[in-house]
């Protein structure tokens, strides 16, 4: 399914991307967000991978590590952590999950990072 996003550009959302997975950076088992929402970095050490050009579009072929690099604070979407691959250099942005009841992001990982500036 897809939808039009901010910059009128096709956002497409891949069904059945809701699944656990072990973290590419430190080894931990992640699990899926509980709200329905696809997890898309560890909530341990806030590392992503590279699989999407658009947000959940999973259609980058480049699959390198994203270290968390920054953390910006958005009214609207609360704290945003924002990731560049090592690989390729791709800069791209993803909402926290700490309110999360399973699984919450590392809120003392999330303040380093931020104070990392």
Do not use: Y
């Amino acid at each position: 399914m897809s939808q039009p996003s901010e910059t009128g550009m096709r956002r497409f959302t891949v069904q059945g991307t809701n699944n656990p997975f072990v973290c590419g950076h430190c080894g931990q088992e992640v699990l899926p967000l509980s709200n329905g929402s696809v997890r898309n970095h560890c909530p341990h050490c806030l590392h992503s991978k590279h699989v999407d050009i658009l947000p959940g579009d999973r259609a980058s072929t480049c699959h390198g590590l994203m270290a968390p690099i920054n953390v910006d604070q958005s009214g609207k979407k609360g704290w945003v952590i924002v990731h560049e691959c090592q690989k390729c250099g791709f800069v791209g942005r993803n909402r926290a999950a700490l309110d999360d009841p399973k699984q919450p992001d590392d809120w003392d990982t999330l303040i380093a990072i931020s104070s990392n500036r």
